[in-house]
């Protein structure tokens, strides 16, 4: 599996446009890219995923350049609710459904 | 939407007993299941791959016999903790995955466990 780097943390404020960036300069062809977001003492939950170019759904957006070494999970208008730690991993899609999670950025959202 | 549950949410225990971890697909079927854990301020790390009437493959460093995982049926898997320890205090995650949806993982709620 591709090994994917994240900011370490991230501050914001209430209303803004958080991007979170991802490096995964290895990925493979076979890879997809998941964002996962993890509360203090709860399991991380699925946000969103994509193999190219954009995603969006109901809760953020995935933008994913053509060379796809690289990733960039969008929240729109975070509130205090969006402070938690967020996951960027890539996943073979021929394999057995296994995910392996970096560090994780600890994004945190001000009043 | 997929649900995974786990119990219990938390347990002590003394050092030396055994501690058993349910995870359970709810509304689907998975023949995989994945065990993490997570110690404070640290990213979750893969224990354990969870295969349906088979043999659990671990991840390097794990130990087996210390960490025994069955995996019954397609919407049951329980990891048991033997022989428990202080340092085996941590925070337990399960994961499923639903088969045609890209491999999306479904995550339980978590175990704390504390030992000690």
């Known amino acids: 599996l591709a090994k994917t780097t994240q900011p370490i943390s991230m501050d914001s404020y209430e209303g803004q446009e958080v991007n979170i960036t991802c490096s995964h300069n290895?990925?493979?062809?076979?890879?997809?890219i998941t964002w996962y977001q993890q509360f203090p003492s709860q399991g991380p939950r699925f946000i969103i995923q994509g193999y190219k170019t954009k995603v969006t759904n109901e809760v953020a957006s995935l933008f994913i350049p053509a060379d796809r070494k690289s990733s960039t999970l969008s929240l729109p208008r975070v509130s205090l609710s969006d402070t938690a730690v967020y996951y960027c991993l890539v996943g073979d899609m021929e394999d057995n459904n296994d995910m392996r999670f970096g560090a994780g950025t600890r994004l945190t959202v001000k009043p | 939407g997929a649900v995974v549950s786990q119990h219990p949410s938390w347990v002590i225990c003394k050092s030396g007993t055994s501690v058993k971890i349910e995870c359970r697909s709810l509304d689907f079927q998975a023949t995989t299941m994945f065990w993490y854990r997570q110690f404070p301020k640290q990213s979750l790390m893969l224990m354990a791959t969870?295969?349906?009437?088979?043999?659990?493959?671990?991840e390097q460093g794990v130990e087996k016999d210390k960490f025994l995982i069955n995996h019954a049926s397609l919407t049951l898997s329980t990891l048991t903790v033997t022989s428990a320890h202080p340092e085996d205090s941590s925070f337990y995650i399960c994961?499923?995955?639903?088969?045609?949806?890209?491999?999306?993982?479904?995550f339980g709620p978590g175990t704390r466990l504390t030992v000690l």
């Open positions: 994961s499923a995955g639903l088969a045609g949806d890209w491999d999306t993982q479904y």
């Open positions: 969870s295969n349906e009437g088979s043999k659990a493959t671990y």
């Open positions: 290895n990925i493979a062809t076979n890879d997809y």
